[in-house]
C-alpha cells in the first residue's frame, strides 16, 4: 500500500503565492512518476503538472511561467510551487504518484487533496 499526503494549501489573495507538498510512503521500490491535477467546482478534474522520473516536466498551458514543480527523490516527496495565483486557480489540487511496490507489482496512488482558493 501507498499513502500520499498532502500539505500546504490554503486561502490565498489574487497575486498571491503557495507551495503545496506531496509526501509518499509504504511499500515503495520506486515512483515513475509524480503529477499534480486539480479539479474546480463543476469541472473534470485535469493536470497541471507531470514530473517523469529523469524525463521532461510537463505543464498546463494555464500555469506555464507560474508554477513550478520539484520532487526530492530521497524523501519520495514532491513540491508544486505556485505563484501569481488568480481566482480561475481555485480548485482542489491532488498529488498523483505511479511506480513499483517492493514486492514488484506497480501502483498508482492519490492525495486526498487540498483545497487552494484565490479570493480578494
Not at 503557495?18 to 474546480?40: E, H, K, N, P, V
Not at 503538472?49 to 516536466?57: H, L
Not at 526530492?72 to 505563484?83: E, G, H, I, V
Request: aromatic share 10%; with cysteine; net charge neutral.
Amino acid at each position: 500500500q501507498v499513502q500520499l499526503v498532502e500539505s500546504g494549501g490554503g486561502l490565498v489573495q489574487p497575486g498571491g503565492s503557495l507551495r503545496l507538498s506531496c509526501s509518499a510512503s509504504g511499500s515503495i521500490f520506486s515512483i515513475a512518476a509524480m503529477d499534480w491535477y486539480r479539479q474546480a467546482p463543476g469541472k473534470e478534474r485535469g493536470a497541471v503538472a507531470s514530473v517523469p522520473t529523469g524525463g521532461i516536466i510537463n505543464y498546463a498551458d494555464s500555469v506555464k511561467g507560474r508554477f513550478t514543480t520539484s520532487r526530492d527523490n530521497a524523501k519520495n516527496t514532491f513540491y508544486l510551487q505556485m505563484s501569481g495565483l488568480k481566482p480561475e486557480d481555485t480548485a482542489v489540487y491532488y498529488c498523483n504518484a505511479e511506480g513499483i511496490l517492493t514486492g514488484g507489482s506497480t501502483f498508482s496512488a492519490w492525495g486526498q487533496g487540498t483545497q487552494v482558493t484565490v479570493s480578494s
